[in-house]
């Protein structure tokens, strides 16, 4: 009790409140402007954590990544152009109802959804990571390591249409995870003579490349094509009634609201299925369970309800995977757990047992994120709305700046910039070609513990491969891992034939 009480009240203190409160607002800023988004922000903002307590560093990033989900809602609904891919199900019915004269009402919707979605999740990430991380603390190297296997091929299929892409990139993520010293024999590996890759490359330069600077070179191309970019329709109608949100439209929703924060959580405890796949669900699930389904996408509010709730929620219920097993959930998490690791510490089951006040400080710090969001969103809505007004040609120097300096940030070595910058290019080509790189990134976060996991087996059964099968719970993760794999093939197979068949007939 004692420990609860402490992280609490490090949580309350002035240093931390005021990072959640800057990194709420930040996120905001940030997730209104189409092609930046949580993940995005983080990678940029992580080296400023450098200097900071972890509490407060975890806190920043955390409201960071909240303020984000619900940023990405308000290109949504004023431009029908998504801030986030999770707020896409949001533009639906948010358009429609800008169309209308009432985006604002629009916009109060989706923040009162996130903050209900989001203080939902928290509670029951609250409730039950610790004591499932009591129970993770019986798993061996086997269990990791198949564990890890397991994610990763559940992850490979994030952002493509193609398991087996996804799989090069996990498997890409693993190699350069690899680069430099081996950890059992202390010999360089793959560092081509170069004394800046022995101690392995930086995880800042490689995210920020691969997330920010990559989206930047995507954005610019389509900038170049478009010549102009939008503007924001007319949001804001002279009546009251078109503005607010009143009472009862709101709890007309309290049913959609709950439902879609059960299915963003459930879908944010399961690795790799990520916020798209949550808000798709819960508005497919809220026009399915309608009187009226007809009516959804023309201006709904029971449509933005559904889609925000579920995609804030898996912001908290993201964090359950990776503070219990060590596994990000998704590239939000994935973010968070390189945060954890520069300021020394492994997520995982023992962050309980070894950073116990540290983890309440961060429930604390997560629980007063939620309401920051409603306070901030609350009185901050049509400052934040001029953020999809900024013009391109101002925003994206100043990001491509924020790129170069938070890749100097981390050792003041020219090096991780030329690294930021090749990783940029890499990220644009695998968007291109549609490799997954949130496979490849987390790929590349993971190797350090699958490697270890992998190499205790070895010692432990004295190089016997039969040790997996002498483990019920990681002979079945390994099983499950390849039913995944093999299930997937098999449809892009059927899927392929159709196709074949369907030509066919065409021709004739």
């Not at 590996?189 to 930047?216: C, H, K, N, W």
């Not at 009187?291 to 925000?308: N, T």
């Not at 920051?372 to 101002?394: D, Q, S, T, Y």
């Amino acid at each position: 009790m004692e420990m609860i009480t402490a992280g609490l009240m490090d949580a309350l203190t002035p240093a931390s409140l005021m990072f959640v409160f800057v990194g709420v607002a930040a996120g905001v800023m940030f997730g209104a402007i189409p092609g930046i988004n949580g993940p995005m922000a983080i990678a940029l903002f992580i080296p400023i954590t450098y200097y900071l307590t972890p509490l407060t560093a975890i806190g920043f990033l955390v409201g960071l990544n909240k303020g984000a989900f619900f940023g990405g809602a308000i290109s949504a609904v004023l431009l029908r152009t998504p801030g986030t891919p999770e707020a896409a199900a949001t533009s639906w019915d948010g358009y429609a109802l800008t169309q209308q004269g009432k985006g604002e009402k629009a916009l109060r919707m989706a923040l009162y959804g996130s903050v209900a979605g989001d203080i939902l999740a928290t509670g029951v990430l609250v409730a039950i990571a610790a004591p499932l991380a009591a129970v993770a603390l019986f798993m061996g190297p086997s269990e990791i390591f198949a564990l890890i296997t397991l994610a990763l091929t559940v992850i490979a299929g994030i952002g493509t249409n193609s398991l087996f892409r996804g799989l090069v990139a996990a498997g890409f993520g693993l190699l350069v995870g690899q680069i430099g010293t081996e950890p059992v024999t202390a010999l360089p590996r793959l560092t081509f003579d170069m004394y800046q890759l022995g101690g392995g490359l930086s995880l800042i330069p490689v995210a920020i490349g691969l997330l920010a600077f990559s989206e930047i070179l995507i954005q610019l191309e389509r900038f170049a094509k478009k010549g102009a970019a939008q503007h924001a329709a007319n949001v804001f109608s002279s009546k009251l009634e078109d503005r607010l949100l009143s009472i009862k439209e709101f709890f007309a929703n309290t049913r959609t609201l709950i439902r879609g924060s059960a299915i963003g959580i459930f879908v944010g405890a399961m690795p790799g299925l990520g916020a798209p796949v949550a808000s798709f669900m819960s508005y497919d699930q809220a026009m399915k369970r309608s009187k009226e389904p007809e009516s959804f996408g023309k201006g709904r509010l029971e449509g933005i309800a559904a889609s925000e709730s579920a995609n804030s929620a898996v912001v908290a219920s993201s964090l359950i995977p990776l503070f219990v097993l060590g596994i990000p959930g998704n590239l939000a998490a994935a973010m968070l757990m390189g945060a954890f690791m520069i300021h020394g510490m492994q997520p995982g089951p023992l962050l309980f047992k070894e950073n116990a006040q540290l983890m309440y400080g961060i429930y604390g710090s997560l629980i007063i994120a939620s309401l920051f969001l409603a306070v901030i969103g609350r009185f901050g809505l049509r400052l934040f709305c001029k953020a999809v007004e900024i013009p391109a040609m101002v925003l994206y120097p100043i990001v491509i700046f924020t790129c170069i300096m938070g890749a100097y940030l981390g050792k003041s070595e020219m090096f991780d910039v030329g690294v930021m910058l090749t990783f940029g290019v890499i990220g644009y080509f695998m968007r291109k070609f549609d490799f997954s790189y949130v496979a490849f990134l987390i790929g590349f976060i993971l190797v350090p513990e699958w490697e270890r996991a992998l190499q205790q087996v070895v010692i432990i059964s004295e190089n016997n491969p039969t040790m997996f099968f002498e483990r019920p719970v990681a002979m079945a993760l390994m099983v499950l891992a390849i039913f995944v794999i093999a299930q997937t093939f098999w449809k892009s197979i059927q899927a392929g034939q159709a196709a074949s068949r369907a030509a066919a007939r065409a021709k004739k």
